[in-house]
């Protein structure tokens, strides 16, 4: 589904649901990047944006009551490509870069796609019930 409202956000904005804009940890502070947080594209920089909004590492992709998922996603040299967000039916909702917003059932229809690369965290935080 295309939503023109958004295309100003990345998947990075999508799963912490800024509206507004792009998010990436680009060296020349072209797009947002939250302070006090490395601007590294690195997997432990991208933790520390999701633990700054409540999230922690946890093991399962399956879905918990009580909790929101996401899952991060790298190269094979272990760089953030992209992140996915689950929603309260258990499918998992993603922002293609600046295109569309999709749904998609599970987290590997986007492994092995050019650019996603593979899940390499699922991070969890307690929604109210």
Request: charged share 25%; proline share 5%; hydrophobic share 35%.
């Amino acid at each position: 589904m295309r939503s023109d409202r958004y295309w100003k956000k990345n998947c990075i904005a999508w799963v912490a649901e800024d509206d507004e804009i792009w998010w990436w940890p680009d060296i020349q502070h072209q797009y947002y990047w939250p302070p006090g947080i490395c601007r590294e594209e690195t997997l432990e920089a991208f933790q520390e944006v999701y633990k700054m909004l409540g999230y922690e590492v946890c093991q399962g992709d399956v879905l918990e009551e009580g909790f929101q998922k996401i899952a991060i996603y790298t190269n094979s040299n272990k760089v953030p490509t992209h992140v996915a967000r689950q929603l309260p039916t258990g499918k998992w909702t993603s922002k293609l870069g600046s295109l569309e917003d999709i749904e998609h059932n599970n987290l590997q229809r986007l492994t092995g796609n050019p650019g996603y690369g593979e899940v390499a965290y699922i991070m969890k935080k307690s929604i109210p019930v």
